[in-house]
């Protein structure tokens, strides 16, 4: 049975991580330099594709609102004498398009970076977003799996009913079991190259993380036995490419691990919650709960600061203190 995507609905315009400047609605000048701006993120920077596709839609939706907003295409005299009142209507607008909070910070946070470096070049100013409050930030924590639906999910027993070949099946509780077991982003564990799979007596694997940045990871006997069991079924030669191949041979795409782990949450009674990543989260949630160090955990994630991986102990004290409100004879 051949693995497919589900049909999406109306096309909506996607931004080239390094689009033209007649993507951009501005003068000529303006127009260029955001092109610019983006070729030196990707460069300089070396953002990532997804970085990259959400600046630039960022900095064009913001342009193409101040064309609307000011009556004409901003120009530099355009962007220099902008207000705190212009990027408040900006932000206004883009709540009124349905845009949450953390997708506001995001925007606003690409167009502070865009507006920079412009002002660097003598064509706008940035001082205007000092006067404006930037949305509240959410407090959301990571909804993490309990140990058992965790195990549940990376077990290719839980999907012995559905009609897909054993090595497809195979290769997803391999995907996933990287993820719960080394603490994987989804993009990470597919971009391992299959000369680089850790098996056998190979403990640990190299990876390309956030930024560009690498690091090398354990990955533990039980993940190991996971990657070995799909290689041995796999159909195709994997040599000189991906660790993880799609139906046809080709680089297995994200979307299909999200999907396989949609039918598995169905299956399984398990949230909505429960997605690729929340197998990352429960890596550090449990590894905390079972008494790991919070530096170490922040290396085995690739987090660039620990304040990042902290947000770990507020998971880990709720859970606690679920537990105890559930279990303790007086808790009530």
Not at 3 to 27: M, N, Y
Not at 31 to 38: D, P, R, V
Not at 307 to 323: H, K
């Given at each position: ?29 303006i ?8 070729q ?9 594709r ?76 940035t ?65 391992i ?31 190991r ?21 799609g ?20 299956a ?38 620990l ?26």
């Open positions: 049975m051949r693995e497919s995507l589900p049909s999406s609905g109306p096309k909506v315009r996607q931004a080239p991580s390094t689009p033209e400047p007649q993507f951009f609605s501005a003068a000529p000048e127009a260029k330099a955001a092109a610019e701006w983006l030196a993120l990707a460069h300089e920077r070396r953002a990532s997804h970085t990259l596709d959400g600046y630039a839609r960022d900095a064009a939706t913001f342009l193409a609102f101040l064309t609307e907003h000011l009556g004409d295409r901003p120009d530099r005299a355009a962007l220099v004498a902008l207000e705190p009142v212009d990027i408040r209507a900006f932000l206004a607008r883009r709540r009124d398009d349905g845009l949450e909070s953390r997708s506001l910070l995001r925007a606003l946070a690409a167009i502070r970076n865009f507006m920079r470096y412009l002002e660097k070049r003598g064509l706008a100013r001082d205007v977003f000092g006067a404006v409050r930037a949305p509240k930030r959410p407090h959301s924590l990571p909804k993490a799996l309990t140990v058992a639906a965790a195990r549940d999910l990376i077990d290719p027993d839980s999907r012995a009913g559905e009609s897909r070949e054993p090595w497809v099946l195979a290769r997803d509780a391999a995907v996933m079991a990287l993820l719960y077991g080394a603490g994987l982003r989804i993009s990470e564990a597919l971009s190259e299959h000369a680089m799979a850790p098996i056998g007596a190979q403990d640990r694997v190299t990876i390309l993380g956030k930024g560009g940045k690498t690091r090398t990871v354990p990955v533990i006997e039980p993940v036995r996971a990657i070995e069991s799909y290689l041995a079924l796999c159909p195709y030669s994997l040599a000189g490419g991906p660790l993880f191949v139906a046809r041979g080709g680089p297995l795409s994200p979307r299909i691990v999200q999907l396989a782990v949609a039918r598995l949450r169905g399984l009674g398990l949230p909505d919650s429960a997605t690729p990543h929340a197998l990352r989260h429960s890596f550090a949630t449990h590894l905390l709960g079972r008494g790991g160090d919070l530096r170490t955990i922040q290396e085995l994630l690739g987090h660039a600061s304040s990042t991986t902290q947000i770990y102990t507020s998971v880990d004290s709720q859970r606690l203190l679920a537990a105890f409100q559930s279990a303790h004879p007086r808790a009530d």
